[in-house]
């Protein structure tokens, strides 16, 4: 795989258990996504957060920014989202 350059934005919204997060831009949306987190489209042209387990890249999973957030915290992460 590759390594990605880490950058403030890239640890603010670091994902748990060896996950690499990483925000799409609205102009970089092209397709229509589920969100895993309330199962409702993410619309083409919206930006969101795409998150990929390490071990395995192809489980890859589209995201609202909020809706990652709630699953950071539901998973234990409490730490602050703030700059």
Do not use: N
């Not at 930006?47 to 809706?67: K, N, T």
């Amino acid at each position: 795989m590759f390594d990605a350059p880490t950058t403030p934005t890239d640890e603010r919204m670091a994902g748990l258990d060896d996950e690499v997060v990483s925000p799409i831009q609205p102009y970089q949306a092209r397709k229509k996504y589920l969100c895993p987190g309330c199962e409702s489209d993410i619309e083409a042209g919206v930006g969101h957060l795409v998150v990929v387990p390490s071990e395995s890249p192809d489980l890859r999973r589209h995201w609202h920014r909020g809706c990652w957030y709630k699953e950071r915290r539901r998973r234990g992460d409490h730490r602050s989202t703030s700059t």
